[in-house]
């Protein structure tokens, strides 16, 4: 699909064809596969996810380093109606230091930009976390966006943060969600409206309800080892508690940095966030057992279904869930992006509404698609 072949000779497509960047283990992925999205082409620098993704999806991906890709001249890349991926997202993180757009690995965002520009895709979802809204004083997400919206022949820009609790995801976790779509095609997207939790249609879907008869499970269920010590620390810790319920007198009291130490989950709640790679108390833990979770509990806890098999070290498989998006987390997203493929939509000139939604702050964007709202 060419776009100097014009918009007349769009088809209908049943399978929107996916290229996936930074594809991980899959979350993303799996998400769009599971509303009829199939991914040609996928890539990603980490070895053990690469394996644990060809472990369950058809389309094999490839194990490179995307600083050596050249989506312009390697006929090896097919075409694709969208672009999906989740740009390494450290140097934005909340948890850890954050050099923004200043460090190492904040512009390898341009990668995802060059993909998109060499490809011009219907639309494309990138992710990232929430310190992306935030970081060098907001320059970061504005500097992001004004550089995707410059890619010819112009995208329309949406940006959300993504409460995944609020989608049906057995835990509170938060990730910026960057919808772009060809302007050329006037289909005006528009995120979609949280539907668990107080209010809402649906409640929470709970860590006791993901975790149910989880040790059935064969796969990656492999119990941490843990000291004796840390047993006895995590009986004084109440259920959806963590390190600070330990008494400061007591000789097993721990001095924490952050929320996440000795995280206990809560049965009746969603899980807080699973993270992705730490020690010192940061594996996530179970309760009423007084142990670490199990792999395969972090995968529920992320919506992986039971026979997605993740390959490598127990530490590696933490880290390449920790990473993931969940899969559920996104399917209410690819279903409202399907309209676009499946040309069931009344095409606006989306040029002229863009002129003034570029116009709005970062805020007001949010706002904006926060509460369903249109733009005209």
């Known amino acids: 699909m060419k776009y100097q072949n014009g918009l007349k000779n769009f088809r209908k497509v049943k399978h929107p064809r996916i290229i996936s960047l930074f594809c991980g283990c899959?979350?993303?992925?799996?998400?769009?596969?599971?509303?009829?999205?199939?991914t040609v082409w996928a890539n990603d620098i980490n070895e053990w996810a690469v394996k644990s993704y060809n472990n369950y999806f058809e389309n094999a991906a490839n194990h490179e380093d995307i600083n050596v890709i050249d989506p312009y001249s390697d006929s090896t890349i097919p075409s694709a109606d969208i672009v999906l991926g989740g740009f390494?997202?450290?140097?934005?993180?909340?948890?850890?230091?954050?050099p923004?757009?200043?460090?190492?690995?904040?512009?390898?965002?341009?990668?995802?930009?060059?993909?998109v520009d060499a490809k011009k895709p219907l639309a494309f979802v990138a992710e990232n976390v929430k310190g992306l809204l935030s970081a060098n004083n907001r320059k970061a997400i504005s500097q992001i966006i004004s550089d995707f919206e410059k890619i010819s022949p112009g995208y329309m820009i949406k940006v959300q943060l993504y409460k995944f609790a609020e989608y049906g995801v057995p835990?509170?976790?938060?990730?910026?969600?960057?919808?772009?779509?060809?302007?050329?095609?006037?289909?005006?997207?528009?995120?979609?409206?949280?539907?668990?939790?107080?209010?809402?249609?649906?409640?929470?879907?709970?860590a006791g309800e993901a975790l149910k008869d989880v040790k059935k499970v064969p796969y990656n269920n492999e119990q941490m080892k843990i000291m004796p010590r840390t047993r006895e620390l995590l009986?004084?810790?109440?259920?959806?508690?963590?390190?600070?319920d330990i008494p400061k007198d007591n000789p097993l009291y721990v001095k924490g940095m952050i929320s996440h130490v000795y995280r206990r989950i809560h049965r009746k709640e969603p899980a807080k966030t699973i993270i992705a790679a730490g020690g010192g108390g940061t594996w996530g833990y179970h309760y009423?057992?007084?142990?670490?979770?199990?792999?395969?509990?972090?995968?529920?806890?992320?919506?992986?279904?039971?026979?997605?098999?993740?390959?490598?070290s127990f530490g590696e498989i933490r880290r390449q869930i920790g990473n993931a998006v969940p899969p559920q987390g996104t399917r209410s997203l690819a279903r409202n992006l399907l309209r676009l493929f499946h040309k069931e939509y009344k095409p606006i000139d989306?040029?002229?509404?863009?002129?003034?939604?570029?116009?709005?702050?970062?805020?007001?964007?949010?706002?904006?698609?926060?509460?369903?709202g249109f733009l005209l």
Not at 235 to 244: D, P, V
Not at 288 to 312: K, M
């Open 235 to 244: 009986k004084l810790i109440h259920e959806g508690g963590n390190f600070t």
């Open 171 to 206: 835990q509170f976790r938060e990730r910026v969600i960057i919808v772009g779509i060809r302007m050329d095609t006037g289909f005006y997207f528009e995120h979609p409206q949280p539907t668990h939790g107080p209010g809402k249609k649906y409640r929470y879907v709970t």
């Open 350 to 372: 989306l040029k002229n509404i863009n002129v003034k939604y570029k116009k709005l702050s970062i805020k007001k964007r949010l706002d904006i698609d926060k509460n369903g």
């Open 88 to 98: 390494p997202c450290q140097d934005f993180s909340v948890i850890w230091k954050r």
């Open 288 to 312: 009423p057992e007084p142990r670490a979770l199990t792999n395969r509990e972090r995968a529920r806890l992320q919506s992986f279904p039971d026979d997605f098999v993740f390959s490598g």
């Open 100 to 115: 923004g757009l200043n460090g190492e690995r904040g512009n390898l965002y341009k990668h995802f930009l060059r993909f």
């Open 26 to 38: 899959g979350g993303l992925d799996l998400g769009f596969y599971l509303e009829g999205y199939r």
